[in-house]
């Protein structure tokens, strides 16, 4: 039994596809970009855990709006499937929320429902960047852009994350 654990753990573990564009998201961002209309400066830190089994990504706003949210990012039942954990600073009834999604041409995409909406979040290549759009969907409006951000590679150095 003990020599099947040790062959279990020593296996070499391949990210799945899914999963594998998070490596695009790896390292430290400039974060530029609006949240319902206001700007709202931030740094994100993007960082594997548990032998690149999981992938977290920081963010904070670094404006007057204190605000940080961690989002975990897990390979899906399906070889492009993707799931996450998104948890933030606003906690309360809905957090931790859990996210459904699956790689796009050029990203990927991930989708949170809640009582009242569905938030949307996309996240594609730009340049040396990424550009993540998170869209509001409720039933009775047609769907508005919630957050639109730029994120840009950066020094780590001076970044500093809750989670």
């Known amino acids: 039994m003990l020599t099947l654990m040790l062959m ?5 573990y391949t990210v799945p596809p899914g999963l594998a564009v998070m490596a695009g998201l790896q390292g430290c961002w400039r974060v530029s970009g609006q949240v319902q209309g206001k700007e709202s400066p931030s740094i994100a830190r993007g960082e594997w855990h548990l032998g ?10 670094t404006g007057s709006d204190p605000y940080e949210a961690a989002i975990t990012y897990g390979a899906g039942a ?14 309360g009834l809905y957090e931790p929320s ?3 999604g699956e790689l796009e041409q050029g990203g990927f995409v991930q989708r949170y429902r809640f009582s009242d909406a ?4 996309r996240f594609s290549r730009s340049g040396t960047g990424w550009r ?3 869209t ?12 639109d951000y730029h994120l840009r590679p950066s020094s780590c150095r001076g970044m500093k994350f809750d989670y």
């Open 8 to 12: 279990l753990a020593t296996q070499t």
């Open 52 to 61: 690149r089994r999981y992938f977290t990504l920081h963010l904070r706003a």
């Open 98 to 100: 859990l996210g459904l």
């Open 132 to 134: 993540w759009t998170i």
């Open 118 to 121: 569905t938030y949307l979040n």
């Open 78 to 91: 399906q070889p492009r499937a993707i799931g996450s954990v998104f948890s933030d600073t606003f906690g």
């Open 136 to 147: 509001e969907e409720t039933k009775d409006k047609p769907p508005s852009v919630f957050a």
